[in-house]
């Protein structure tokens, strides 16, 4: 069975410092994979995704995920976080060949920013 | 485009009431989605709908039915509301699978309904 695990279920860092949320997923093949932010009490949005062009992918906000075949990871990060980087965070699978596009989500990393 | 609307954004029902939950998109999706979101859970899906007229169970269904009305709705039941069901609803949609490159995969979530079933 195809999976995600987010390794952290809060992470907490001062504004200006770097995040790490960390993902790991569980597949026979490459999956598509994906983060999503959720700020609160706010619908899911795109923050990236990997394709198989090239392994480390920059998202929107200043966000990065690496793809790691090796590890399987995907973890997400960014240099220097800012006040409104606080949310919560989930790292999704698509498995390959999944059907309809459904996809298979992390539990979630919340992230805290203190000034 | 408004994109993905959900009505309503809050609800409380009492133990056995019944109520639907509604979604709208405009972006001509064909597939759409409903999730359930409890707090260190996730999102799991309730049940998908791959297009106009076809309907499909997720990973948790019981206790819920759905309608896709036409190409741009997809509705939620509640036929007798537990106390277990007690979530935040997210209804999401997706472009045909034949959409160029990897958007094709990208769900697009609406703005999520809080029901509180007392």
């Known amino acids: 069975a195809q999976s995600v695990t987010q390794l952290d279920s809060h992470v907490s860092v001062s504004e200006g410092t770097p995040v790490l949320l960390r993902c790991n997923y569980s597949?026979?093949?490459?999956?598509?994979l994906f983060w999503y932010v959720q700020h609160p009490n706010k619908g899911l949005q795109l923050l990236l995704k990997?394709?198989?062009?090239?392994?480390l992918v920059k998202g929107i906000n200043g966000f990065e995920a690496e793809f790691k075949k090796s590890e399987t990871s995907f973890h997400l990060t960014k240099p220097s976080a800012h006040m409104s980087d606080a949310a919560e965070y989930f790292c999704?699978?698509?498995?390959?060949?999944?059907?309809?596009?459904?996809?298979?989500f992390g539990k979630g990393t919340k992230l805290s920013v203190k000034p | 485009n408004a994109g993905v609307t959900q009505t309503p954004k809050f609800q409380v029902l009492k133990t056995g009431q019944s109520m639907t939950l509604q979604c709208a998109q405009d972006?001509?999706?064909?597939?759409m989605y409903w999730y359930r979101q409890d707090p260190g859970m996730g999102l799991r899906l309730i049940y998908y709908?791959?297009?106009?007229?076809?309907?499909d169970k997720g990973e948790v269904p019981n206790g819920y039915n759905v309608s896709r009305l036409n190409k741009r709705e997809f509705s939620l039941r509640l036929e007798s509301a537990a106390p277990s069901q007690t979530s935040v609803y997210f209804c999401?949609?997706?472009?045909?699978?034949?959409?160029?490159?990897?958007?094709?995969?990208?769900?697009?979530f609406g703005p999520g309904t809080r029901l509180t079933v007392t």
């Open positions: 972006m001509n999706h064909n597939s």
């Open positions: 999401a949609s997706k472009a045909h699978a034949g959409t160029s490159g990897l958007s094709s995969y990208e769900q697009y």
């Open positions: 709908s791959a297009s106009e007229g076809t309907t």
């Open positions: 597949s026979s093949y490459s999956p598509s």
């Open positions: 990997y394709t198989s062009a090239a392994t």
């Open positions: 999704v699978v698509r498995p390959y060949g999944g059907s309809q596009g459904n996809l298979i």
